[in-house]
T-cell receptor
């Protein structure tokens, strides 16, 4: 049981490039989340999903897109990367909305230059 | 949106001593959950303790306990018998019982002095 996995661990992007951050969980969790953590700050929710085929915006969705075609995977797409998207990105999952505990992945550090 | 405030950017504690980290939050709701997460240098977020707002009894997990003051909207974390492995960033978080979003504070960096 690997829990929540994220790839890559670190990536450098040039301004205007695109990339997909991968997230997968093997716990059969319905709920999945993407957060970003800026230096010295807490986590801000970007997008979340309550099940396959269902996604919704969080606090800071601009510049990102997500999809949820399977229960296991929840990729985050960055289109036209900007320096403001330099951050550490965390994926998390939970079994249900009532299952308050979120299990976090190890994070992806993204640097946009 | 709800706000979570951690007013102590940095704290330090002597090994084996006790330290309290502060957290306040702002909400108009009556039913919600509160959490403390630990983030060590590995950046992995680890749940330390959680509290349901409808429960009057303060949550306890081994050396970690909370002081939940609902009327004051305060949720402090007490770490007893501090250990070197407790050194990390600690984040307070809020989630409504009705919503899907978590709201995090800006964190408190805890240093444990040998």
């Amino acid at each position: 049981n690997a829990g929540v996995t994220q790839t890559p661990k670190f990536r450098i992007l040039k301004i205007g490039q695109s990339m997909t951050l991968q997230c997968a969980q093997d716990m059969n969790h319905n709920y999945m989340y993407w957060y970003r953590q800026d230096p010295g700050m807490g986590l801000k929710l970007i997008y979340y999903s309550v099940g396959a085929g269902i996604t919704d915006k969080g606090e800071v969705p601009n510049g990102y897109n997500v999809s949820r075609s399977t229960t296991e995977d929840f990729p985050l797409r960055l289109e036209l990367a900007a320096p403001s998207q330099t951050s550490v990105y965390f994926c998390a999952s939970s079994l249900t909305r009532d299952m308050e505990t979120q299990y976090f992945g190890p994070g992806t550090r993204l640097l946009v230059l | 949106a709800q706000t979570v405030t951690q007013s102590q950017p940095e704290m330090s504690v002597q090994e084996a001593e006790t330290v309290t980290l502060s957290c306040t939050y702002d909400t108009s709701e009556s039913d919600y959950y509160l959490f403390w997460y630990k983030q060590p240098p590995s950046r992995q977020m680890i749940l330390v303790i959680r509290q349901e707002a409808y429960k009057q009894q303060n949550a306890t997990e081994n050396r970690f306990s909370v002081n939940f003051q609902k009327a004051a909207k305060s949720f402090s974390l007490k770490i007893s018998d501090s250990q070197l492995g407790d050194a990390a960033m600690y984040f307070c978080a809020y989630r409504s019982a009705r919503g899907n979003q978590f709201y995090f504070g800006t964190g408190t960096s805890l240093t444990v002095i040998p």
